[in-house]
């Protein structure tokens, strides 16, 4: 795994070439542009890497397994990205993969999905979950399940309540809502919605025509009980994806009479007013409520537990080592504000 400690501080880029990030190798490869990076994932995306590695070799240095793009890099093999991929957690990862919607993030490295999956994992299997979680909201979370993306341990498939909840609003399971995680307990559930590089706001309409606007708003409409603004006016503002989490997680958490918790994890640097720009377009009550947590915060609580040993000290490594790549001047930034 590749970062700050292994990385270059500075890479050169040219009209048509880009250097190996990684310290010391001399390897420059083909510079590649957005359209060639979306025929790589839709490669890495289908689970094709031999052949990926083939068709894209002129972006790929061999001895780092990894394809390289101006701003980041892309692992050959998402193995190579995951901090937990032993015994128990092979078999876990490997049937939530049969699942799992959209796969090629987990290959880059500026990813949140594998963040995601480093960090909770270690949570719920130090058994750190439940605590961290109560902290956040002062009230018990007793047997939690973690379901990583729309997969849950204990049914071995895609949650029922979960797919339940979606086709309440129609959705299609080619494009229906995948929450990063979600934590069930015996009183409360948790959506988790994590973001590393990209931003909560999206221009919806800049991508969709207004036939699509208006099917979506006929569709999400019908949980308009949960919103204090109409659905168009949320996708208006950008809110689309948050917006979809919330009536899900909010119809799913009604259906099975459990408390609802949208967290949305950022950085700490980023989108502070997030609880207030967000909020005010949904109905908060003692029952349901939409957080902002950060990354920082979850190094923190780790940091200050009494766990000892070599996994906690990766972990932690790991946060302070992680890096989101390079700026458009070819400089390394680091991804969290931790000392
Ligand atoms: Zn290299």
């Given at each position: 795994m590749l970062g700050i400690k292994e990385l270059k501080e500075r890479i050169k880029t040219t009209e048509t070439t880009v250097e190996c990030p990684v310290k010391r190798c001399k390897v420059n490869v083909k510079k590649m542009n957005r359209g060639d990076q979306k025929r790589l994932d839709s490669y890495l995306d289908k689970g094709k890497t031999s052949e990926a590695r083939d068709v894209f070799r002129d972006y790929f240095c061999k001895e780092h397994g990894i394809y390289i793009t101006p701003t980041t890099f892309i692992y050959e093999n998402y193995r190579d990205n995951l901090l937990w991929y032993d015994g128990g957690d092979k078999v876990l990862?490997?049937?939530?993969?049969?699942?799992?919607?959209?796969?090629?993030?987990?290959?880059?490295?500026?990813?949140?999905?594998?963040?995601?999956w480093n960090v909770f994992r270690f949570l719920e299997r130090t058994k750190l979950l439940h605590r961290f979680l109560e902290g956040l909201h002062n009230s018990l979370v007793k047997s939690p399940e973690v379901i990583y993306w729309s997969y849950s341990q204990s049914q071995q498939k895609v949650r029922n309540e979960l797919e339940k909840a979606r086709a309440e609003f129609w959705e299609s399971p080619?494009?229906?809502?995948?929450?990063?995680?979600?934590?069930?307990?015996?009183?409360?559930?948790?959506?988790?919605?994590?973001?590393?590089?990209?931003?909560?706001?999206?221009?919806?309409?800049?991508n969709h025509t207004a036939e699509d606007r208006a099917e979506r708003v006929r569709?999400?409409?019908?949980?308009?009980?949960?919103?204090?603004?109409?659905?168009?006016?949320?996708?208006?503002?950008?809110?689309?994806?948050?917006?979809?989490?919330?009536?899900?997680?909010?119809?799913?958490?009604?259906?099975?009479?459990l408390n609802f918790y949208l967290l949305n994890l950022v950085r700490k640097n980023e989108e502070k007013d997030i609880e207030l720009?967000?909020?005010?377009?949904?109905?908060?009550?003692?029952?349901?409520?939409?957080?902002?947590?950060?990354?920082e915060d979850i190094y923190k609580y780790i940091s200050t537990t009494g766990l000892l040993g070599e996994e906690k000290d990766k972990m932690l490594g790991y946060f302070r080592n992680k890096t989101i790549g390079y700026n458009g001047k070819g400089e390394l930034q680091k991804a969290f504000s931790i000392p």
């Open positions: 990862f490997d049937n939530m993969m049969q699942v799992k919607r959209v796969k090629y993030q987990l290959y880059h490295d500026n990813s949140e999905d594998a963040l995601s080619q494009r229906s809502s995948e929450p990063d995680l979600v934590v069930k307990s015996d009183d409360v559930l948790f959506f988790i919605e994590a973001k590393l590089r990209a931003l909560n706001k999206i221009d919806f309409n800049k569709r999400y409409s019908k949980g308009d009980y949960f919103l204090n603004q109409p659905v168009e006016n949320i996708m208006d503002a950008g809110y689309y994806q948050l917006m979809r989490f919330w009536l899900i997680g909010a119809l799913m958490a009604d259906n099975e009479n720009e967000f909020g005010k377009y949904i109905k908060q009550n003692e029952k349901r409520e939409f957080m902002r947590v950060t990354w």
